[in-house]
């Protein structure tokens, strides 16, 4: 299994993990999060996940499991001869890096969880309708199935490995061994991450609003990035 990474020069490396049907391109460089990294002389570490960007996308659910996908991140870290690093993920990224600090809790220094909360959106998913929706098209009952998935497809996303993920993903937690130090990030106005303002108070985490801002704009939030910065120096 090939994993395309960029890696930036800068002291103390972040390992920056984007979200489902996103890139790096998208989630991290034009949002402005590995420029605001190099200003702060910190490097970026930005992998395109399996199943998207220039990485491979395999089609069976189970190459989509928590421990593979955190797997994937930690041969990207030994690659680059990283012992232990902080991580920032977003939305299904940090669901992807909670997975990873349970599979490798030396690896990960401090955490940002930002996009995500305690329900995860696609084991809410009716999958016969995804399955549908993504091999003929058919619009489901469920808006957001669409809303997620449509842009996209659109766009010419390998739908079978969309599928895949959707299945192998869903269930993901946000679970996270004791003694790392965590932050949570939401928009104000962003539904999926409902419940995680409680989530964070009951392990003792830092936690961020965002006024206002929606699961795609907190991204561009030049206060998500310096809080962001502050936590994990």
């Known amino acids: 299994m090939r994993i395309a990474f960029d890696a930036t020069p800068g002291e103390r490396p972040v390992l920056l993990v984007h979200g489902f049907a996103s890139t790096v391109a998208v989630t991290w460089g034009g949002s402005g999060w590995v420029r605001a990294l190099g ?91 995804v399955n549908r929706f993504i091999v003929s098209g058919q619009l489901p009952a469920d808006p957001t199935i669409a809303a997620v998935l449509g842009p996209a497809i659109a766009a010419g ?41 409680a989530l964070a108070a009951e392990r003792g985490a830092q936690y961020l609003e965002l006024p206002g801002r929606t699961h795609v704009n907190a991204l561009t939030s030049r206060e998500f990035k310096q809080a962001a910065l502050e936590f994990l120096a």
């Open 157 to 197: 996303a390998d739908r079978e490995a969309l599928l895949a993920c959707v299945q192998g993903v869903a269930g993901f937690t946000l679970d996270v061994p004791a003694g790392i130090p965590q932050l949570f990030v939401a928009g104000g106005a962003d539904q999926i991450t409902a419940g995680v303002v």
């Open 39 to 129: 200003e702060a002389g910190r490097g970026a570490i930005t992998p395109d996940l399996r199943g998207h960007g220039r990485s491979d996308k395999p089609h069976r659910a189970a190459d989509y499991a928590p421990r593979q996908l955190a797997a994937d991140l930690v041969a990207v870290l030994d690659t680059l001869e990283l012992d232990r690093v902080d991580v920032i993920g977003y939305s299904m990224g940090s669901r992807v890096v909670a997975a990873l600090a349970r599979l490798a809790p030396e690896r990960v220094r401090r955490l940002v969880l930002g996009g995500a909360g305690p329900l995860e959106l696609f084991e809410t998913w009716d999958q016969g309708e």
